[in-house]
């Protein structure tokens, strides 16, 4: 071997190696990181800057689904966070449009555990957790506004709610993260609806639920008084345990309450004066019944009281176990059932009346 092939040996394997580098370092990017990513999503919808925040972990972002026609403000929309090798879990979301009826995060079993969202403080009805969020659209959308079934926009008619919503299908999101996510995407679907307000372009200032605590028997939500009724309670099946509130909303107050026990049984209180859900409220009115004297309307687990402040709606809402649990323990009565249900909300309503200048009412 000559001289100046054994001076070459060494330039060609430095040479070899920073090509390995190189790859490996091209790949550690394509695959771990969002350098020369996209800008945007979904036709304009979302912003890469605010998918990142909202998917918080390390990663490659990318676009998984969309459902998008330029339009039409209506869309459906997944994305995901994925790392190779190293990082955190993946993490992947799917924003939409949507109609709602009602209050529906306070009434339904898909808006679950109402005291652990975080929500909008001003201008903007909406509230985010790790698992998902909402933002109501404003009034003047809501017949404009419809959820996508395949290749049809569905409206659901009057007393719909339009609203844009977020459910996260895998891993955890950043709820101050999400909640931009949502009002860019809100901003989107109002201005190709031309139904847009102001406050869907602030920055989100969001409230943040307490932590979780020993519930007192006697005061349960923290509320001086109120107590479940002793048929609410099943010894070694759902007795009153743990609780979260959040009651940093000025229009929104919210108590998840766990109970001990087989059951697994949780009840969630909330009230809230937020114009947009009682007035969707009040839409709803198929279970609703007037009550005497002008003081609102209300079931047996749900009612809109007209206050001194103005109208606050009060609900009441069960996880499957806890009303399973109550309909065993009193041999499957419908109506014996129902008369728990309707003390519990009774007794809610009666121990915060008069924190909130409403009337006292008995339930139809």
Not at 43 to 58: E, I, P, Q, V
Not at 74 to 85: D, G, K, L, P, V
Request: charged share 20%; with cysteine; net charge neutral.
């Amino acid at each position: 071997m000559t001289v100046q092939t054994r001076k070459k040996k060494p330039v060609f394997v430095a040479a070899g190696a920073l090509i390995v580098v190189a790859a490996l370092a091209s790949g550690y990017c394509s695959w771990n990181t969002n350098l020369l990513g996209a800008d945007s999503f979904c036709d304009g919808r979302l912003g890469s800057g605010d998918s990142l925040a909202a998917l918080d972990s390390t990663g490659r972002l990318s676009q998984v689904y969309s459902q998008v026609d330029t339009q039409r403000a209506e869309f459906a929309c997944t994305i995901e966070r994925t790392s190779r090798f190293v990082g955190d879990d993946d993490q992947r979301v799917t924003l939409r449009t949507a109609s709602e009826q009602g209050a529906f995060p306070f009434t339904t079993n898909v808006w679950k555990n109402p005291a652990a969202r975080s929500y909008f403080k001003d201008g903007v009805t909406g509230a985010v957790s790790p698992g998902g969020g909402y933002v109501v659209l404003p009034k003047s959308c809501w017949d404009k506004g419809g959820s996508l079934q395949g290749s049809q926009v569905v409206r659901a008619g009057d007393g719909a709610v339009a609203t844009v919503e977020a459910t996260v299908e895998k891993g955890s999101v950043d709820p101050g993260g999400l909640a931009r996510l949502l009002t860019r995407a809100a901003r989107q679907v109002t201005g190709k609806a031309d139904c847009g307000t102001p406050a869907l372009s602030a920055t989100p200032d969001l409230t943040a639920p307490s932590a979780s605590r020993r519930t007192d028997a006697r005061s349960v939500c923290g509320v001086q008084g109120f107590a479940l009724p002793k048929e609410a309670v099943l010894v070694g099946r759902a007795e009153p345990d743990r609780e979260q509130v959040n009651n940093v909303s000025a229009h929104t107050w919210a108590c998840d309450l766990r109970m001990a026990g087989s059951a697994k049984a949780a009840v969630s209180f909330a009230a809230t004066s937020d114009k947009s859900l009682v007035e969707a409220a009040q839409k709803d009115t198929d279970s609703f019944e007037t009550l005497p004297g002008d003081k609102g309307v209300a079931a047996i687990d749900e009612a809109v009281l007209h206050c001194d402040g103005g109208d606050v709606h009060f609900a009441a809402h069960w996880n499957g176990t806890y009303e399973g649990a109550l309909l065993d323990s009193v041999d499957h009565s419908a109506t014996d059932y129902a008369k728990i249900k309707k003390a519990t909300f009774h007794n809610f309503l009666d121990a915060t009346a008069d924190a909130r200048s409403c009337p006292r009412v008995t339930l139809p």
